[in-house]
C-alpha cells in the first residue's frame, strides 16, 4: 500500500487579547476558511509553546506551513532599533513570530505571511519599518476608514506593481498590477539582504516581499483572506501557497 498524505496542516500564529479581564489568544475566522477553502487544516499556535524548551519544536514538526496572520497590535519598535513603545504591542506574538519565521527558514517549509505578518518576516530579517506611515511625506493614505462597514474597509483602495518573474508574479499569472485592500498605519522602511520585492504601491510603498532562497516564503502587506472565496486573485495566493505545503509534505513524508 503506498504512502497516504492528508490534507497539509497550517499552523496559525494567534494575538493575545483582553475579552472581559480574560487573557485570551485568538485568530479571526477569515484566515482560517482561507486555508479551508484552498484545502488546508489550519492549527492555531499559542505563544506558551515558547514558555517550555522543546515545545515549539514539538508543534512544528508536524506541520507542513505557517501562517502569520494580520493583527491590530503592532511588533515591539526596540525589534528593529527604535525608541519608544507602541500602544498596543503583543510581545508575546513578536517572539513566538520570529521563532517561527526562524524555524521556516531553517527547515524550508512554506511560510505565508499577511499584514503583520509581512512585518514580522522583514524585522526578522534584519529590515526596519515606518511606525507612523501617514505622517511620512510622500505617501499616501494606507489605513483603513475605521467608521465604514467592513465590507468598505476591505474594499480595493489601490493598485500595486508586481515586479516581473518573482513570486508574485507566477501566482498571478504574470499580471503586471493587481487592486488590492489597505488596511494598515505602519510599513517598510528598509529590507535586509534576505529578501525580494515582489510589488510596490504607486507611492513607492513595498507591498509584498518574499525570498528568493527559500522554496515558498511570501509575504503581503494586503488582507487577501478577506472574502477570500470570491476573489479568484486571492485565491491564487492561497492555492499556491497550500500547494506548496503540499510539495513539502510529500517531501518530508519519503
Known amino acids: 500500500m503506498g504512502i497516504i498524505f492528508n490534507k497539509p496542516l497550517i499552523g496559525v500564529v494567534m494575538c493575545q487579547i483582553d475579552k472581559g479581564g480574560h487573557p485570551t489568544q485568538m485568530v479571526h475566522n477569515k484566515y482560517l476558511d482561507a486555508v479551508v477553502t484552498a484545502g488546508g487544516v489550519p492549527f492555531g499556535l ?8 522543546g515545545l515549539l519544536e514539538n508543534a512544528t514538526s508536524a506541520l507542513d506551513g505557517i ?4 493583527s491590530p497590535s503592532n511588533i515591539e519598535p526596540w525589534h528593529y532599533g527604535e525608541q519608544g513603545v507602541e500602544d498596543y504591542a503583543d510581545p508575546g506574538r513578536d517572539k513566538l513570530a520570529f521563532a517561527l519565521i526562524s524555524h521556516a527558514i531553517a527547515r524550508q ?6 499584514c503583520r505578518g509581512l512585518q514580522e518576516l522583514v524585522v526578522a ?4 519599518l515606518y511606525r507612523q506611515l501617514h505622517l511620512q511625506p510622500g505617501f499616501q493614505e494606507h489605513r483603513e476608514d475605521e467608521s465604514l462597514p467592513l465590507d468598505d474597509q476591505y474594499a480595493q483602495a489601490h493598485q500595486i506593481q508586481v515586479e516581473p518573474d518573482g513570486l508574485l508574479s507566477g501566482l498571478v499569472h504574470g499580471q503586471k498590477s493587481l487592486w488590492v485592500n489597505s488596511l494598515h498605519q ?4 528598509s529590507l ?9 504601491a504607486a507611492d513607492g510603498l513595498i507591498e509584498a516581499v518574499s525570498l528568493p532562497q527559500h522554496p515558498f516564503a511570501f509575504a503581503v502587506q494586503w488582507h487577501p483572506e478577506w472574502h477570500c472565496e470570491e476573489s479568484a486573485q486571492s485565491r491564487l495566493l492561497f492555492d499556491g501557497f497550500i500547494n506548496a505545503c503540499n510539495r513539502y509534505q510529500k517531501e518530508i513524508r519519503l
Open 46 to 53: 499559542p505563544h506558551s509553546l515558547m514558555n517550555q524548551p
Open 67 to 70: 501562517l502569520l496572520t494580520g
Open 109 to 114: 517549509m512554506p511560510l505565508m505571511a499577511i
Open 125 to 128: 530579517t534584519g529590515g526596519s
Open 186 to 189: 505602519q510599513g517598510i522602511r
Open 192 to 200: 535586509g539582504p534576505q529578501l525580494r520585492i515582489e510589488a510596490r
